[in-house]
T-cell receptor, first 112, second 117 residues
Framework: KNQVEQSPQSLIILEGKNCTLQCNYTVSPFSNLRWYKQDTGRGPVSLTIMTFSENTKSNGRYTATLDADTKQSSLHITASQLSDSASYICVVSAWDDYKLSFGAGTTVTVRA | EPEVTQTPSHQVTQMGQEVILRCVPISNHLYFYWYRQILGQKVEFLVSFYNNEISEKSEIFDDQFSVERPDGSNFTLKIRSTKLEDSAMYFC???????????????FGPGTRLTVL
């Protein structure tokens, strides 16, 4: 069964600090991995997407890494801002699969 | 920038009633999806739709659920007889291309919060 596990479940950081979120998956055959940001009460918004051959992708202060051998990904947030407070969801899709497998998300709270 | 829209933003209904949730996907997209997110839980896939038919559906998508693209722009999710456990946020998503190697992104709407009393 395709599964996506994220850690930590939640974290609190001070504005300006960095943090790293983790994602482990068992989706097979792997196609691509996305990180989404979901603000409270809103739909998820795509931050990055990586295929098998990519091991890092940046979008502003967000940098995602992928190790397809160990089936792990991370999302690094640099110099956090209050607006980064949200749930960050790791989403993996399998080859020729119409649906996405979602992680439970990591809730990030940035405090001034 | 084009976006997926959903109406209503919040729907309150009595148990056993029928509800229709509406979505307008991005205009040149070909693949459409419904997801739900029960409060505090992960987003769950319900159904995918392509070429006017269901491509894939999850175990959650039982006979109480149906989807339709009635007029080429709207994409609807109908729940025939709502249950308390149907209370959730329902997200519509759309994308241009198929899965597999495609790196196309699913664009999500803002969601409809369904409350079943």
């Amino acid at each position: 069964k395709n599964q996506v596990e994220q850690s930590p479940q939640s974290l609190i950081i001070l504005e300006g600090k960095n943090c790293t979120l983790q994602c482990n998956y068992t989706v097979s055959p792997f196609s691509n991995l996305r990180w989404y940001k979901q603000d409270t009460g809103r739909g998820p918004v795509s931050l990055t997407i990586m295929t098998f051959s990519e091991n890092t992708k940046s979008n502003g202060r967000y940098t995602a890494t992928l190790d397809a051998d160990t089936k792990q990904s991370s999302l690094h947030i640099t110099a956090s801002q209050l607006s980064d407070s949200a749930s960050y969801i790791c989403v993996v899709s399998a080859w020729d699969d119409y649906k996405l497998s979602f992680g439970a998300g990591t809730t990030v709270t940035v405090r001034a | 920038e084009p976006e997926v829209t959903q109406t209503p933003s919040h729907q309150v209904t009595q148990m056993g009633q029928e509800v229709i949730l509406r979505c307008v996907p991005i205009s040149n997209h070909l693949y459409f999806y419904w997801y739900r997110q029960i409060l505090g839980q992960k987003v769950e896939f319900l159904v995918s739709f392509y070429n006017n038919e269901i491509s894939e559906k999850s175990e959650i998508f039982d006979d109480q659920f149906s989807v339709e693209r009635p007029d080429g722009s709207n994409f609807t999710l109908k729940i025939r007889s709502t249950k308390l456990e149907d209370s959730a946020m329902y997200f519509c998503a759309s994308k241009m291309e198929a899965g597999g190697l495609g790196t196309d992104t699913q664009y999500f709407g803002p969601g409809t919060r369904l409350t079943v009393l």
